[in-house]
């Protein structure tokens, strides 16, 4: 069990509707393939949540976790959901909410959100790492801001532009290539060619 539990409070779902339980039927899994945000305690990673449905949702991840274990499983950055660790095996694990969700209505939101977001919805984890970019502007140091799967945010000297191929080499040895999706005021949008794991998105957030 965490030493700091994740508090029993429910937020974010305010245009989310809670679903009814019906006694009579099994609940009905959605198959999907998406990252979610899992926090417990103070720690925070992105997974791949592979099925959803109104009481709870199942993820590949490679944390050890225990049976009734409290976590807070962020859909996104508006849609959060408190639930508890019903089973953990072979590197996937089921989480049970705390309180039914409309799982349809809550597909349908994520969809939206990816229309009017331009990073399309992409969960980050935050960071202050260090790293070393390496390009036509020549050999730069650079600070990463956030991280995904497929992306990073940087903070750099403003020499970075849309459209110009890095390769990057954070402090703790993680290195990608990618291009820059968007520059503006010493900061930029990388994506990656090759998507990180969710062990090296842990590497590069944790700062040496």
């Known amino acids: ?48 949540a592979r099925n959803i449905s109104d009481t709870g949702i199942k993820l590949d991840t490679h944390w050890r976790l225990a049976f009734g274990e409290r976590v807070l499983i962020k859909l996104s950055e508006r849609l959060a959901i408190n639930g508890v660790v019903s089973w953990s095996e072979d590197g996937r694990c089921g989480v049970e909410f705390d309180h039914p969700i409309d799982c349809a209505a809550v597909l349908r939101a994520g969809a939206e959100l990816k229309r009017e977001d331009r990073r399309q919805g992409a969960l980050r984890l935050e960071t202050m790492t260090r790293a070393t970019s390496y390009g036509e502007n020549g050999i730069r140091a650079v600070r990463i801001t956030d991280v995904s799967h497929l992306g990073m945010g940087l903070a750099h000297d403003g020499s970075l532009a849309m459209g110009m191929p890095l390769k990057l080499i954070a402090e703790n040895g993680v290195a990608r290539s990618g291009a820059v999706r968007w520059a503006s005021a010493g900061r930029a949008g990388i994506r990656l060619v090759e998507p990180l794991s969710s062990e090296d998105l842990e590497r590069v957030k944790e700062t040496v």
């Open 1 to 48: 069990m965490s030493a700091n539990p994740v508090p029993p409070v429910e937020y974010g779902l305010t245009n989310i509707s809670y679903a009814k339980l019906d006694r009579r039927t099994t609940p009905r899994f959605r198959t999907v393939c998406f990252d979610v945000k899992m926090v417990r305690g103070g720690n925070a990673g992105l997974f791949r």
